[in-house]
């Protein structure tokens, strides 16, 4: 909508102007010399009103004769727009070389900046713009730790607990913590064994074993990681065949410290607004988060490379699969640079091979691919210039502004053949003038209602689907401007056709649609509405709900690895809940400080500071631990969940070391005071505050069940722990992957109804602007609507949810789809002033722009298509669904759309 508001303030601005030029006393008009440069002498003869005016001195008399403002606002857009096409027609038509320079000029500038071109598919990218919960989510990991680690599934073909696998897990594990970045490694080696043998609570400081301890009995530490709450399921699979290595990564201090300081400028200019040396220092603290954010990202491409290469050394010894959100992030950069090439090179191929198909001349190849290259070059070198970072969603901006590009110059390349078989003998350049003057307008309205299509995924509120729109609102912009430059240029340089050389069937093709349509009037309009019932039914069975392990192909190491650890390994999604003492406790507390301030009353208590520490913490004595352990036995309980960890594991393990009895609350100080911190850092720390008010849970969702529902879950544990077990809803917080994921899934749907809305509106606004009547508006989008609610219709029936690609299906299908309404209607308007005949204006439109259409149509069908040799399955989605969405908007184009145009008559009364 900027570019609309601004082209409005500019024809008002230069309005005025043509008010000064056309009306006033010659004495005080204004000859600008760039005007004068560019519009003849003899444009600037005085209008009609002001001859005998010129000399006379009454200047009411001169006013009356003035024409209205309005009337000269209508003048004055007349002029502007004429004023430009001369300036058009005088270096692009006239001097097409400079043109070609210019534009080989703005080429090499962009080309240039290529090499800075990056890409990121981190979780930074892959989350909801502004959400609260990220920021919960970093806080929580800073204490509690976070996902910065690998995961190495390890299947020994011999047995785990034989010397030779023992040996190749040691030296496996030790290669790795070699490592830059890496600040230990978790295994089956180096875990506490507390019940092989029984280790006695009193001697849990001085009498901790390893599987590396000598003499270490090996069964008796088989059966402890088949059965201990700890290990069960998370160092061990059931069948015991199945074991892994965790990698934990060093904290990137810098990179945590630049992330919060820009996090911190950006919420105060959200709220307060920055001055002007904040906003400096704001721009400063972007910029070097960025920079360093693309070297963490490089960084850990080596570091995974490096951790594959040590893990080919030892696959003769047992079947690995690497996991983990690094390794996720870095496979997703190679999913992005692989879809760049393929579709890239892909589309292109294609492309050559319609355009032969379709013209079988080489001029209409080398001249549309050229104009196809120019402004992928142009652009991706703008991303670079502009140091913006290209997304798994945005991945595909190549083809779909490959596709786009192709769409507009198929255009000019049929309007010029009919021009060129109707006026033989005519000069090349007037050819190719008629073409650009016939074309721009409804070209404009094309490439403006597609950016329209893509500005609406800017309310998304999604970050990457948001730069989608971004990039590919910027590349029509671009692919617009230098295909009205290079190509009528390069034209104009070449001679012309052979009258009669753009015939070929599909005018035959097109005007047998025509035929069809007017002899089964009431066949498409009830087939139409019924297809709109059955797709109002099928949008009612959308869902949101996608398994993220969905999204990747099966022989994937990402789909393997999370499928192994999912079934086997206790599940993959990590769900956290934090939980906090009640508003009640910190009365007590303060009760307690006031009154202890008065009197000292454990002066003479040798006990003292051991009563203190299990009276003021809220979680870790008797009482408490007994419904936290209520909480992990109901959620171990679900269907959904696999592995869960919490401080309730601790007394698991310590209830099975004294032979079934809990440990009470003297125990339990006496723990926490002996327990050596290797121990505490495995099976306290993580689960509990250093001041025992604050607990961590750990829940891992088995991604596989068909039964999960990410929200309807959470909800289910909240209301458990609210209406079971009593607890205050505003102590219970959840966070991890798991919830910025299912923020993500359920804006999903708001975002579709956003996105459509707003492109619904905007195109109408366009259809009114350019057609003047609000009847043909209506008849124009009614096509396009259904082809957007047939696809939506078909995934609701088949049973594809909304992911971060599909969203976007509905929005984008409305936007390049009405392409060819516009080009239609408008060819329609011209051909029905000929005989006011609807059906003659019908044949000769099929017969024409129809051709086009069926031309753009097919590319783009088939340009899609090649989506479908991606790595990711969102992207295979979004290219079948949004290609078979074109296919539908085509037939509508050529069926519903001129029918309605005759059943409805909205242009005036005329023949048959």
Request: aromatic share 10%.
């Amino acid at each position: 909508m900027f570019y609309i508001h601004f082209f409005i303030v500019f024809l008002d601005y230069f309005s005025d102007l043509f008010w000064l030029l056309e009306i006033a006393p010659v004495e005080y008009r204004i000859h600008p010399p760039f005007i004068r440069s560019v519009v003849p002498r003899n444009a600037w003869k005085p209008p009609a009103y002001l001859e005998g005016h010129r000399n006379q001195n009454n200047r009411l008399a001169f006013l009356k004769n003035v024409p209205s403002r309005d009337k000269l606002h209508q003048r004055g857009i007349k002029f502007v727009l004429s004023l430009f096409a001369n300036v058009y027609r005088k270096w692009v038509i006239e001097k097409p070389l400079a043109s070609l320079i210019l534009v080989l000029l703005i080429v090499g500038y962009f080309s240039y900046h290529i090499p800075n071109f990056k890409l990121d598919a981190s979780a930074e990218s892959l989350v909801l713009e502004n959400d609260d919960s990220l920021q919960y989510y970093r806080k929580i990991s800073k204490s509690y730790g976070s996902d910065d680690f690998l995961i190495i599934t390890y299947a020994p073909f011999k047995d785990l607990m034989s010397d030779a696998v023992l040996a190749d897990l040691k030296s496996l594990s030790d290669e790795l913590a070699k490592l830059d970045r890496v600040h230990s490694t978790d295994s089956i080696l180096n875990v506490p064994l507390l019940n092989s043998p029984r280790v006695e609570i009193s001697k849990l400081a001085t009498d901790i074993r390893t599987l590396e301890t000598a003499g270490v009995d090996r069964e008796m530490a088989r059966k402890e990681f088949l059965e201990s709450p700890i290990y069960k399921s998370l160092l061990l699979s059931s069948d015991g065949k199945i074991t892994i290595i965790r990698v934990n990564f060093e904290r990137d201090e810098k990179y945590f410290s630049l992330m919060y300081r820009r996090n911190d400028l950006r919420d105060k200019k959200k709220e307060f607004g920055l001055d002007e040396k904040e906003e400096a220092l704001f721009v400063k603290a972007r910029q070097e988060f960025r920079d360093y954010h693309a070297q963490v990202l490089d960084s850990e491409d080596r570091l995974i490379r490096s951790v594959r290469d040590i893990m080919d050394r030892h696959r003769d010894q047992a079947e690995m699969f690497l996991g983990g959100i690094p390794m996720i992030t870095t496979d997703m950069i190679g999913f992005i640079e692989h879809d760049l090439k393929t579709f890239g090179l892909g589309v292109i191929a294609f492309l050559i091979l319609m355009l032969s198909l379709f013209f079988k001349k080489k001029r209409w190849v080398v001249l549309p691919m050229s104009c196809c290259v120019i402004t992928v070059l142009v652009m991706v070198g703008f991303l670079g210039l502009m140091d913006w970072r290209v997304t798994v969603i945005s991945s595909n901006f190549v083809s779909i502004l490959l596709i786009i590009t192709m769409s507009l110059t198929v255009h000019l390349i049929v309007r010029y053949q009919g021009l060129n078989d109707n006026n033989p003998g005519q000069s090349q350049k007037e050819l190719v003038w008629q073409t650009v003057c016939l074309m721009a307008q409804p070209c404009f309205y094309t490439a403006i209602t597609t950016i329209v299509a893509f500005s609406s995924l800017l309310v998304s509120g999604i970050r990457p689907v948001i730069d989608f729109g971004w990039i590919m609102t910027s590349g029509i912009s671009l692919a617009f401007i230098l295909i009205f430059i290079f190509f009528p240029a390069a034209l104009v340089l070449l001679n012309p056709e052979a009258p009669g050389s753009g015939k070929d069937r599909t005018k035959s093709f097109t005007l047998s649609i025509a035929a069809f349509s007017n002899r089964n009037r009431n066949a498409i309009l009830f087939g139409s509405l019924l297809l709109a019932m059955v797709s109002a039914i099928g949008i009612s069975k959308l869902e949101v709900e996608n398994r993220f392990i969905d999204h990747f192909k099966s022989n994937t190491e990402i789909y393997r690895g999370m499928e192994v650890i999912d079934q086997q390994l206790g599940g993959t999604t990590p769900l956290d809940i934090i939980m906090n003492p009640d508003q009640k406790y910190f009365d007590y507390l303060k009760e307690a400080n006031e009154k202890n301030i008065e009197e000292d009353i454990f002066d003479d208590d040798p006990f003292a500071e051991e009563s203190e520490e299990v009276e003021n913490n809220y979680w870790f004595n008797s009482n408490m631990l007994d419904r936290v352990e209520k909480i992990h036995d109901y959620l171990e309980g679900l269907p959904e969940v696999g592995k869960v960890q919490s401080i309730s594991t601790l007394i698991k393990v310590f209830t099975q070391l004294d032979k079934g009895r809990k440990p009470d609350d003297y125990d339990l100080a006496l723990i926490r005071k002996l327990m050596p911190e290797k121990v505490k850092d495995s099976l306290v720390n993580p689960y509990l505050s250093p001041d025992a008010n604050q607990i961590h849970i750990n829940i891992r969702l088995i991604e596989s069940n068909p039964t999960l529902r990410r929200s309807q879950l959470i909800e289910k544990i909240r209301s458990h722990l609210v209406e079971e077990l009593k607890f205050d809803p505003k102590t219970i917080h959840f966070t991890g992957m798991v919830v910025l994921y299912n923020n993500m899934l359920q804006s999903l749907y708001r975002s579709q109804i956003l996105t459509i809305g707003v492109v619904f509106f905007a195109i109408m606004f366009m259809f009114m602007i350019l057609f003047r009547s609000v009847s043909l508006a209506l008849i124009g989008i009614v096509p396009n609507l259904l082809a957007a609610g047939t696809v939506l219709s078909l995934m609701g029936w088949l049973g594809i949810p909304l992911d971060m690609m599909t969203i976007t299906i509905a929005a984008i299908t409305l936007g390049i789809a009405v392409d060819n309404t516009i080009h239609y209607i408008h060819r329609f308007q011209r051909e029905f002033k000929v005989d006011q005949n609807y059906l003659s204006a019908m044949d000769r439109c099929h017969g024409s722009i129809g051709k086009a259409m069926y031309y753009t149509s097919v590319t783009i069908t088939l340009g899609f298509s090649i989506l479908a040799l991606s790595e990711f399955m969102p992207t295979i989605y979004f290219g079948l669904l949004t290609g078979a969405a074109m296919v539908i908007a085509l037939i509508g184009a050529l069926t519903l759309l001129p029918l309605l145009i005759v059943v409805f008559r909205p242009l005036s009364r005329g023949g048959n």
